[in-house]
């Protein structure tokens, strides 16, 4: 590097990514390549209305389990969304994946565990048209969760009216507008894929949809 001033990276947790629970929403959704149009919508429109999107992803391949890893992260979190969209039987041996009920009980959890009202964690519940969430999670059926159809126009309108309404929502742009800059976020994390490939940091990927939002005014 010789006498080049060495520039800084930005590390997740810290600096322009800090954490403030108040303002951090924990992603809990399927990782594969189908839903990865709506995760990157619901990333992206969480930014976009001044909320830190937290995941599992965010930490990397660390020493330590990942139901640690998402615990921590979803404790510090005031927010939560939660998809149930692969709860149902797939494959030749027809298994469900419920990594998402899980999580969602830890947030259901985080929400029980504290005293003062200002303090309780708050979640959004996703489902698809015509899941049958409550058929094997009967203890949800007291709770109304946003049903969508799979589509990211379908899915960023619930997701923004959710967080828009949330007493530490910073910025209110309009789903439309929104919708409209979602496809610059998908050129930059493109790029990204492009220079690390399907391990892309997450605070690159964060820092990659910030750089979008001025973009919406």
Known sequence: MGGQAQRSREHFGVGKLAINPATSVFINCPFDDEFAPLFDAIVFAATCCGFLPRSALESGSVAESRMERIARAVFSSKYSI??????????????????????????????????R??????????????????????????????????????????????????????????????????????????KLIAEWGKDVPWADLVLAARKVVPTLE
């Open 82 to 115: 939660h998809d149930l969209s692969r709860c149902k039987g797939e494959g030749d041996e027809n298994l469900a994946r419920f990594n998402m009920p899980l999580e969602l009980g830890i947030a259901m959890g985080r929400r029980l565990s504290k005293q």
């Open 117 to 190: 009202k200002s303090d309780r964690h708050d979640w959004l519940l996703l489902v698809r048209e015509g899941h049958q969430y409550a058929k094997f999670v009967s203890d949800l059926s007291g709770y109304d969760p946003k049903r969508h159809n799979g589509t990211v126009e379908a899915l960023v309108p619930m997701v923004m009216a959710w967080l828009a309404t949330r007493p530490d929502a910073i910025a209110v742009p309009t789903p439309r507008r929104v919708l409209a800059a979602l496809p610059r976020f998908r050129e930059k994390k493109a």
